[in-house]
């Protein structure tokens, strides 16, 4: 007698797995429950309403009744906060963990005694220790949103560190804000005026005991290189030569350490010793006198890229309230098919052997 066994690595056809799906719920429909779990407890699937010892049949309707009490709590997982053992990976400490990105709307004071509120990113981080496994995420945000519908200032960040670092035990911890700040610019000869808007972060930082305080303010300017302007003028002189320099949009991260006790330092202060170090910021609002007087403006002003980073310095050097300070400047060439970049730091708060590889890459203005 010859017995041919079926071929099942062969491609089966939808019809032959009904076939197959119904001989085994017949099958089922007759077994035991235990015959069914032996077998796959998956099968049980195929039988509603059959519960299998191994194979519970689960709820599918969120309860919305349900409203678990402290001694259900108590029984909830909570593997962040469990023993050294369940550490993966080297047993080293951590300098950052938290949460970044998450959105507020966050009420800050002005320098003429108003209020702002402005849709601000936070992110929070602590240490860790080597030998704890985890943190807590939630509490970093319960920790900020007890402060959150206050006026905010560095000592309301204070207070938000102080009460998360409570919160979890932690030896070191960080705090930033960053928001877009507006502020009403007049156009240069029109009369009119439109709104400047500024990225900028508040940095609340405490390390072995020791807290600075850091403003960051990203300035978006133009930069007319000075060799270029000489060489157009050159052309014209030499040659009776129609030329033109070439000039671009450019940033400058400027990131300054506010000293303790030296007097308030206003995000409007901060911006004006940027305009004063480097005039051309990029125009709002522009009408034909506007754009010559840009040019003018320009002209008056040309800068190399190293030119910017000293220029910036110069003016936080001369501020009692300015401590360490980073300055970096890209200025985003339409005469090159690459950036001119600088990095200045003053004192120790700033300095860095090593670099991000994207760091001047994020320098562009959105």
């Given amino acids: 007698m010859n017995v041919h066994l079926p071929d099942l690595d062969r491609d089966l056809s939808r019809a032959e797995a009904e076939d197959a799906l119904g001989l085994l719920r017949r099958w089922a429909a007759r077994a035991t429950p235990e015959e069914v779990a032996d077998l796959d407890p998956a099968v049980a699937r195929l039988l509603p309403g059959r519960e299998v010892a191994n194979y519970p049949d689960l709820a599918r309707i969120y309860p919305d009744g349900f409203a678990p009490d402290a001694g259900y709590r108590a ?21 950052h963990v938290g949460i970044s990105g998450f959105r507020v709307p966050i009420r800050y004071r002005l320098r003429d005694g108003g209020e702002i509120a402005l849709e601000t ?80 972060a508040l940095e609340l930082v405490e390390q072995a005991g020791v807290r600075k305080k850091i403003f960051h303010l990203d300035y978006v300017y133009a930069s007319t290189c000075p060799c270029s302007l000489e060489l157009s003028e050159h052309a014209r002189q030499g040659r009776g030569q129609l030329a033109v320099p070439h000039a671009q949009r450019s940033v400058a991260r400027l990131s300054v350490e506010v000293v303790p006790g030296a007097g308030r330092l206003w995000f409007e ?31 008056a002003h040309p800068i190399f890229v190293e030119d910017a980073a000293r220029l910036f310095a110069a003016e936080f050097l001369a501020d ?13 060439e339409s005469l090159h098919s690459h950036d001119a970049v600088s990095l200045l730091t003053e004192g120790e708060t700033f300095k860095a052997e090593s670099l991000d590889p994207r760091l001047f890459g994020t320098l562009v203005h959105t």
């Fill in 75 to 95: 029984t909830m997982p909570d593997l962040q906060n469990g023993p050294a053992s369940l550490i993966r990976g080297a047993r080293a400490p951590i300098q």
């Fill in 121 to 200: 990113a936070v992110t929070g981080t602590v240490s860790l220790e080597a030998g704890k496994k985890g943190i807590n995420m939630s509490r970093l945000m319960r920790s900020f949103y007890r402060y959150a519908e206050e006026t905010f200032s560095f000592d309301v960040m204070e207070r938000a560190l102080d009460s998360y670092k409570a919160d979890l035990g932690a030896c070191d911890a960080r705090l930033q804000m960053r928001f877009r700040f507006p502020l009403k610019v007049p156009s240069l000869r029109s009369g009119l005026w439109g709104y400047q808007y500024y990225d900028i």
């Fill in 320 to 332: 009692a309230r300015i401590g360490d300070f980073r300055v970096i400047a890209s200025h985003q």
């Fill in 269 to 299: 202060d901060l911006i004006e010793m940027a305009r004063r170090a480097v005039p051309t910021e990029t125009q709002v609002m522009v009408k034909r006198e506007d754009e010559q007087a840009f040019a003018e403006l320009n002209a």
